[in-house]
């Protein structure tokens, strides 16, 4: 037998290191017995450092490996994210926007409100009738107060964060709490064995380092799984479409400036623009298809949308290449963060497919070398069917526009251009509401049904409703929508103001749990 025991990580940022805070919070009581995570890292190779958006799930990987989210507010410029506003998207009109919240429609596991939304919402969005959490951004208000303890919620919440201050936040807690061993060390070559998986790396300023499992957290270049192994990479910009970003950040008027607690992402002629509030300044972006604007206009128009703050402001070109590696886990390598894959941040999807992905590495962490094609096939699986569906969801968000101002928007609604699975859901969505476990046939749905709900009923979809669906539980659904209208009222009077409880945690600090 082949023992797992060394792991070998390579590539630092928020891949890197959250990947082995994970595991080594997971194996932690087996470093007595020789298990080691070892972390290779680059002095010359800066982090891309844009993504400043996460899923809830953030939380609980904290939470797990044992961070204070006390220090995360104070370290890493975080603020609170409760979903996401997407402005422009359906029409193209001022008025036109619809909230994607974090928080389920009310009752959700007993009743699917769809159809009452349907058959008469008294003039209300569908997530204002099922949901207080539209209001509550609106409001500018925080998901909780001063006095609800670290990661608990009174509404479900992630949070925006400044990445490059993340990966040195996590590097620190890895390497003093968990036991990771960081290496500085530029990769000059990976070495192989005979039978095709990886011996060792070998760096320019500390030689040869071993391994039984290689992470590859490299970046787009994928040293090891893409160059070295020779996996393929599968592009899907067939399906979506922008592939280059240009970022600026943008500093408040004043301290006391107001934070939105939500994502605003807003549609533009060949793209759309990210605005996320942190709490020393705003980071926005440009998101476009190369193919329908030129960078100029894209840039022009990035400008446009910022005013006269943008005067003087840098901006910063990123390019994007939409797809993932033809398979994830080969051998005694696995890939995590881009150098699996990318796909635009329309629904920061890239860091909870880090936390995910490490978090199965480490459950199912292989014993031995020869139990671990078994678990690799079991991963690239998995990770195949997220992938896919996270795409899927992407471009629901396009393909269910009205706008036919340009040639991207016209584009995108192409039945050639919709994957095959999203087009059949469409179909069965006309006749009946995504609802609990549906349609969706796995644990761990990066994006569960009810996220499906809020993008198609904030867009305007029309599902056919049968009278005798609502006959059954109409009361019920009533009294689901009144229960909303007090929780939100409820809510709506006792949250703080978002850059209020912010300015508390930097001074007193969260209880911990």
């Known amino acids: 037998m082949h023992p797992v025991r060394n792991i070998v990580i390579v590539g630092g940022g928020t891949a890197g290191w959250l990947t082995a805070g994970v595991i080594a919070a997971k194996h932690l009581s087996r470093s007595a017995a020789g298990f080691t995570v070892t972390l290779v890292e680059s002095p010359n190779t800066p982090i891309i450092g844009v993504g400043e958006g996460t899923w809830p799930t953030l939380r609980s990987t904290l939470a797990r490996i044992g961070v204070s989210e006390t220090d995360l507010f104070r370290e890493c410029d975080a603020s609170f994210k409760q979903g996401a506003k997407f402005a422009r998207w359906t029409t193209g009109t001022a008025d036109d926007a619809y909230y994607h919240p974090l928080m389920l429609p009310q009752g959700f596991s007993q009743l699917n409100l769809v159809p009452h939304w349907l058959a008469g919402g008294d003039g209300r969005s569908f997530c204002d009738m099922v949901c207080p959490q539209g209001r509550v951004c609106d409001d500018g208000l925080a998901p909780k107060t001063i006095t609800t303890p670290e990661y608990e919620a009174l509404a479900n919440y992630a949070y925006h964060l400044d990445a490059g201050k993340f990966a040195p936040f996590l590097q620190k807690h890895c390497c003093e709490k968990l036991?990771?061993?960081?290496?500085?060390?530029?990769?000059?070559?990976?070495?192989?064995?005979?039978?095709?998986?990886?011996?060792?790396?070998?760096?320019?300023?500390?030689?040869?380092?071993?391994?039984?499992?290689?992470?590859?957290?490299?970046?787009?270049?994928?040293?090891?799984?893409?160059?070295?192994?020779?996996?393929?990479?599968k592009s899907c910009s067939d399906v979506l479409f922008c592939d280059t970003a240009l970022a600026v950040q943008i500093p408040y008027d004043s301290e006391i400036s107001p934070i939105a607690s939500h994502t605003i992402s807003t549609a533009q002629p060949a793209g759309w623009i990210w605005d996320i509030g942190l709490p020393t300044r705003r980071g926005t972006g440009h998101v476009y298809s190369s193919s329908h604007i030129s960078d100029d206009e894209a840039e022009r128009q990035l400008r446009a949308y910022i005013g006269?703050?943008?005067?003087?402001?840098?901006?910063?070109?990123?390019?994007i290449r939409s797809g993932h590696r033809e398979t994830f886990w080969?051998?005694?390598?696995?890939?995590?963060?881009?150098?699996?894959?990318?796909?635009?941040?329309?629904?920061?999807?890239?860091?909870?497919?880090?936390?995910?992905?490490?978090?199965?590495?480490?459950?199912?962490?292989?014993?031995?070398?020869?139990?671990?094609?078994?678990?690799?096939?079991?991963?690239?699986?998995?990770?195949?069917?997220?992938?896919?569906?996270?795409?899927?969801?992407?471009?629901?968000?396009?393909?269910l526009t009205k706008r036919e101002d340009s040639d991207f928007w016209r584009d995108n609604v192409r039945p050639e251009t919709v994957p095959d699975r999203l087009q059949d859901l469409l179909l069965l969505w006309k006749y009946q509401?995504?609802?609990?476990?549906?349609?969706?046939?796995?644990?761990?749905?990066?994006?569960?049904?009810?996220?499906?709900?809020?993008?198609?009923?904030?867009?305007?979809?029309?599902?056919?409703?049968?009278?005798?669906?609502?006959?059954?539980?109409?009361?019920?659904?009533?009294r689901a929508v009144r229960e909303n209208i007090t929780h939100t009222e409820r809510l709506r009077a006792s949250l703080p103001r978002h850059r209020e409880l912010i300015n508390k945690i930097r001074t007193h600090g969260l209880q911990a749990v």
């Open 433 to 478: 509401s995504p609802w609990f476990h549906d349609e969706f046939d796995r644990v761990e749905e990066v994006f569960p049904p009810a996220s499906y709900q809020y993008v198609l009923y904030g867009m305007d979809f029309r599902t056919e409703v049968e009278p005798e669906a609502l006959a059954g539980d109409a009361r019920q659904a009533d």
């Open 308 to 319: 006269p703050a943008a005067d003087g402001l840098a901006v910063r070109k990123i390019g």
């Open 330 to 399: 080969k051998g005694n390598c696995v890939a995590v963060g881009l150098a699996a894959g990318f796909l635009e941040p329309l629904e920061s999807s890239a860091i909870v497919l880090i936390e995910l992905s490490a978090k199965m590495i480490a459950e199912q962490m292989p014993v031995c070398r020869e139990v671990m094609d078994v678990v690799a096939a079991r991963f690239n699986a998995t990770t195949h069917y997220r992938w896919g569906r996270i795409i899927d969801f992407l471009k629901l968000h396009y393909v």
């Open 179 to 233: 036991g990771v061993r960081h290496v500085r060390a530029d990769v000059r070559e990976v070495l192989l064995k005979e039978d095709g998986d990886i011996r060792a790396i070998l760096t320019e300023q500390a030689g040869e380092i071993e391994g039984d499992l290689f992470v590859d957290c490299t970046g787009f270049r994928s040293l090891l799984l893409g160059e070295a192994l020779g996996v393929p990479f």
